[in-house]
């Protein structure tokens, strides 16, 4: 009986010991100076976790195309947020994601949140490498987000006051990116999202071409929409020097992602944080409000 006692008493020191490192653990945050990553990273530092930036400037290193650079990212880590690069759906993504996972889990990390994307069929084999890792494991699927008007891919052709693209008039419920961090952090550091796919949208649906005329009316850029034909969109992308394949690539995933099939809000930021998503009105306005299209 006391020997039982003690092996008893022995476990549950173990399981609370593990239950301390993990809530002092560190958490690596993946491309952790871009868009999502690094708004992860300050809401974590925020909350007074210890945070690892994964990056190729992080201490230690990170990089996803050498994986020489992992085991020492994930030295001690109790939790991962995952975002790909260049796309969670491109090609070679789910197979450097596995490798990755596995290794993870090898580490002891405990938890794993992958930044997924809504509607992009490309991305399920990513997202079930995650899955199948062996440990607890959330989703978050997501759309374009409000930032890329102001520091992401389409800000650019905001500033030259022309944005060409191949979603015709099919709207979209564009998502604040500071929500899909606080989600994150969330089911980073919270209980109840293991094993949970969360549809993050925005309130309302917007066409592309209503989106630049949001951005007029709050005070930024004037800017013209220019609905391109799919094929004429892959042309444009090769004039502008993208590579062959990665011009494939992007006309397959806007083929799928802009036929009408996330032109549906959900409730998923309101299911986590507790409130509706920001609108993308009142993004404008602060924008345009902080200058964020001055040259």
Same mark, same amino acid.
């Given at each position: 009986?006391?020997?039982?006692?003690?092996?008893?008493?022995?476990?549950?020191?173990?399981?609370?010991?593990?239950?301390?490192?993990?809530?002092?653990?560190?958490?690596?945050?993946?491309?952790?100076? &871009?868009?999502?990553?690094?708004?992860? !990273?300050?809401?974590?530092?925020?909350?007074?976790?210890?945070?690892? !930036?994964?990056?190729?400037?992080?201490?230690?290193?990170?990089?996803?195309?050498? $994986? *020489?650079?992992? *085991? $020492?990212?994930? /030295? &001690?880590?109790?939790?991962?947020?995952?975002?790909?690069?260049?796309?969670?759906?491109?090609?070679?993504?789910?197979?450097?994601? @596995?490798?990755?996972?596995?290794?993870? %889990?090898?580490?002891?990390? @405990?938890?794993? %949140?992958?930044?997924?994307?809504?509607?992009?069929?490309?991305?399920?084999?990513?997202?079930?490498?995650?899955?199948?890792?062996?440990?607890?494991?959330?989703?978050?699927?997501?759309?374009? +987000? +409000?930032?890329?008007?102001?520091? &992401?891919?389409?800000?650019?052709?905001?500033?030259?006051?022309?944005? $060409?693209?191949?979603? &015709?008039?099919?709207?979209?419920?564009?998502?604040?990116?500071?929500?899909?961090?606080?989600?994150? %952090?969330?089911?980073?550091?919270?209980?109840?999202?293991?094993?949970? !796919?969360?549809?993050?949208?925005?309130? @309302?649906?917007?066409?592309?071409?209503?989106?630049?005329?949001?951005?007029?009316?709050?005070?930024?850029?004037?800017? @013209?929409?220019?609905?391109?034909?799919?094929? /004429?969109?892959?042309?444009?992308?090769?004039?502008?020097?993208? /590579? $062959?394949?990665? %011009?494939?690539?992007?006309?397959?995933?806007?083929?799928?992602?802009?036929?009408?099939?996330?032109?549906?809000?959900?409730?998923?930021?309101? /299911?986590?944080?507790?409130?509706?998503?920001? *609108?993308?009105?009142?993004?404008?306005?602060?924008?345009?409000?902080?200058?964020?299209?001055?040259?």
């Amino acid at each position: 009986m006391t020997q039982h006692m003690t092996q008893h008493a022995t476990q549950h020191a173990t399981v609370e010991a593990a239950e301390q490192q993990s809530a002092t653990a560190p958490f690596l945050v993946l491309c952790g100076t &871009g868009k999502n990553g690094s708004r992860v !990273v300050d809401r974590l530092r925020e909350r007074g976790h210890p945070v690892r !930036v994964g990056s190729r400037s992080g201490r230690p290193p990170f990089d996803w195309e050498s $994986p *020489d650079t992992w *085991d $020492p990212a994930l /030295e &001690g880590v109790g939790a991962v947020f995952l975002v790909c690069q260049p796309d969670v759906g491109a090609p070679g993504t789910a197979r450097t994601v @596995r490798a990755f996972a596995e290794r993870a %889990v090898k580490a002891g990390v @405990r938890r794993l %949140v992958l930044l997924s994307a809504r509607g992009e069929d490309l991305a399920l084999e990513t997202e079930e490498a995650v899955r199948e890792a062996g440990t607890e494991w959330t989703i978050l699927r997501a759309g374009w +987000f +409000f930032q890329n008007f102001t520091e &992401g891919v389409f800000r650019p052709y905001v500033m030259a006051g022309e944005l $060409p693209f191949p979603a &015709g008039d099919v709207r979209e419920p564009f998502i604040d990116a500071d929500d899909i961090a606080e989600v994150a %952090v969330e089911a980073l550091t919270g209980d109840g999202h293991h094993g949970r !796919v969360h549809d993050l949208t925005g309130p @309302r649906l917007l066409s592309f071409g209503e989106a630049v005329a949001e951005l007029a009316a709050a005070g930024g850029p004037t800017v @013209r929409y220019v609905p391109l034909p799919p094929g /004429e969109y892959a042309e444009w992308l090769a004039g502008q020097g993208f /590579e $062959p394949e990665l %011009v494939a690539f992007l006309s397959e995933l806007f083929a799928q992602l802009m036929d009408g099939r996330n032109a549906v809000v959900s409730d998923g930021v309101r /299911e986590v944080l507790g409130r509706q998503g920001r *609108d993308f009105a009142d993004f404008a306005r602060e924008a345009a409000a902080e200058g964020v299209w001055r040259d």
